[in-house]
Nanobody
Framework: QVRLVECGGGSAQAGESLRLCCLA?????????MAWFRQIPGKEREGVAT???????TTYIDSVEGRFTISQENAKNLYLQMDNLRPEDTAMYYC????????????????????WGQGTQVTVSS
C-alpha cells in the first residue's frame, strides 16, 4: 500500500505561481508512475501531468504545457510547480500513483492510478 498526502495549494492572482507537493509513504518501491490530476465540481477528474519514476519522463496536457512542471524525488516526493496561473486552473488538485507500467507516460488513463491523495484546493483569481 502507498499513502499520498498533498501539501501546498491555496490562492493566487492570475500570473502568479504556486507549488504543490505530495508526500508518499509505504511501498513506494512499487511505484512506476505518479501524476497530478485536477477536478472542478460537476466535471470529470482530468490528468494534468504524469512522470515516470525511473527516468523522469514527463507528459502534460496542452493547457498547462510550458507553465507547469512536474518533478519527483525517489518516488517519495512529488511536486507540481505552477507558473503563470490562470483562473481556469482553479480546481481541486490530486496526487496519484500507480504500479502499472505503460509504454509512455501519456498512455496512462485515470483508472490506471489506484493510489490517491485527499486533494488540495487551488484558486486563481483574475
Amino acid at each position: 500500500q502507498v499513502r499520498l498526502v498533498e501539501c501546498g495549494g491555496g490562492s493566487a492572482q492570475a500570473g502568479e505561481s504556486l507549488r504543490l507537493c505530495c508526500l508518499a509513504s509505504g511501498d513506494t518501491y512499487s511505484i512506476y508512475s505518479m501524476a497530478w490530476f485536477r477536478q472542478i465540481p460537476g466535471k470529470e477528474r482530468e490528468g494534468v501531468a504524469t512522470i515516470y519514476i525511473r527516468d523522469d519522463t514527463t507528459t502534460y496536457i496542452d493547457s498547462v504545457e510550458g507553465r507547469f512542471t512536474i518533478s519527483q524525488e525517489n518516488a517519495k516526493n512529488l511536486y507540481l510547480q505552477m507558473d503563470n496561473l490562470r483562473p481556469e486552473d482553479t480546481a481541486m488538485y490530486y496526487c496519484a500513483a500507480t504500479r502499472i507500467w505503460r509504454a509512455r507516460p501519456g498512455d496512462y488513463g485515470r483508472d490506471d492510478f489506484h493510489w490517491w491523495g485527499q486533494g488540495t484546493q487551488v484558486t486563481v483569481s483574475s
